[in-house]
């Protein structure tokens, strides 16, 4: 059972930065799709990015293009989320997920494992 653990969380102000990162264990990263999804008070939880599992494909929520980069270190087990120009919009849970194979649009439903979740926080 591959478990995943997400760090890097925060509190920021807006135009700021944040890196969370993704460390997983029991299943080999380098074989898997990963994605980042959040989730507001009130709100569905929603794929902000996700990157297969060679990295040479991503998805980004509209959003967020411009702003966050996903990225992989495949022999550290890790994955990414770089987070610039953050606006209070962007506060959320942040949680980290893994699956086979990535499709176009990253849907809750596709991802088996999940991590616990870091919070990141916007001010304005």
């Known amino acids: 059972q591959e478990q995943l653990v997400e760090s890097g969380g925060g509190l920021v102000q807006a135009g700021g930065s944040l890196r969370l990162s993704c460390a997983a264990s029991g299943r080999a990263l380098s074989t898997s799709a990963m994605a980042w999804f959040r989730q507001a008070p009130g709100k569905e939880r929603e794929c902000v990015a996700a990157i297969s599992s060679s990295g040479i494909t991503t998805y980004y929520k509209d959003s967020v293009k411009g702003r966050f980069a996903i990225s992989r270190d495949n022999a550290k087990n890790t994955v990414y989320l770089q987070m610039n120009s953050l606006k209070p919009e962007d506060t959320a849970i942040y949680y980290c997920?893994?699956?086979?194979?990535?499709?176009?649009?990253?849907?809750?439903?596709?991802?088996?494992?999940w991590g616990q979740g870091t919070q990141v926080t916007v001010s304005s």
């Open positions: 997920a893994m699956a086979p194979y990535l499709i176009a649009i990253p849907k809750t439903a596709h991802f088996g494992s």
